[in-house]
């Protein structure tokens, strides 16, 4: 008999997705603090984002363990983040539905930890390349110059982005287990 990949989300799924998004949006307040510095340093808003981020969704996706969560995340998170900035939200989708794909590609959903690990380590990482991208394309060379200016400086806040996203995602997974095992969150 087949597994089924596919789940219909529930309103209270849609619901706690839509708070933990909301969660994670308040905790990235910071991000404005460092919004002049994002044309001389490459990654910052990565940097002082990912912690937050990768946390709350690993919560998120330990909860609701079905295929789309993560892009739902993503959607809600990106739809704020609209009205500051389109490329943020352009990054969003973009990467919510590669990483979606690749999970249900590799995983076939999330019902193993070591696939929300690595959907939530790839994150922040792969919005990156989709920011520089934006950037280059759509006119804000300034942003974009700044990856190629110093390429050392562009490779070490990379893998800084890389190693905040895999204690964040840890960090998550270990929460959820603690909350599941005191009662406090329940499938």
């Known amino acids: 008999m087949k597994e089924k990949i ?3 989300f529930k309103v209270k799924d849609i619901v706690f997705l839509a708070i933990i998004s909301a969660v994670t949006l308040c905790t990235c307040a910071v ?3 460092v919004a002049s510095l994002q044309t001389v340093v490459f990654g910052i808003a990565q940097v002082v984002t990912g912690l937050q981020i990768s946390v709350f969704f690993a919560i998120g996706l330990m909860k609701i363990r079905k295929p789309g969560a993560l892009f739902i995340m993503a959607l809600l998170t990106g739809l704020f983040q609209l009205l500051m900035a389109p490329p943020m939200f352009f ?3 973009v990467v919510g539905l590669l990483i979606e794909l690749l999970v249900i590609l590799v995983f076939r959903g999330y019902k193993k930890d070591s696939a929300i690990f690595l959907a939530v380590l790839l994150y922040n990482p792969l919005s990156l390349p989709f920011n520089f991208l934006y950037n280059y394309l759509f006119g804000r060379e300034a942003m974009a110059a700044v990856a190629t200016r110093a390429p050392w400086v562009t490779v070490g806040m990379s893998l800084a982005v890389l190693a ?3 204690l964040g995602a840890w960090i998550g997974i270990k929460i959820s287990r603690e909350l599941k095992k005191s009662g406090a969150m329940k499938k």
């Open 91 to 93: 990054s969003n989708i």
């Open 6 to 8: 596919f789940e219909p």
């Open 164 to 166: 905040i996203s895999a």
């Open 31 to 33: 991000m404005p603090l």
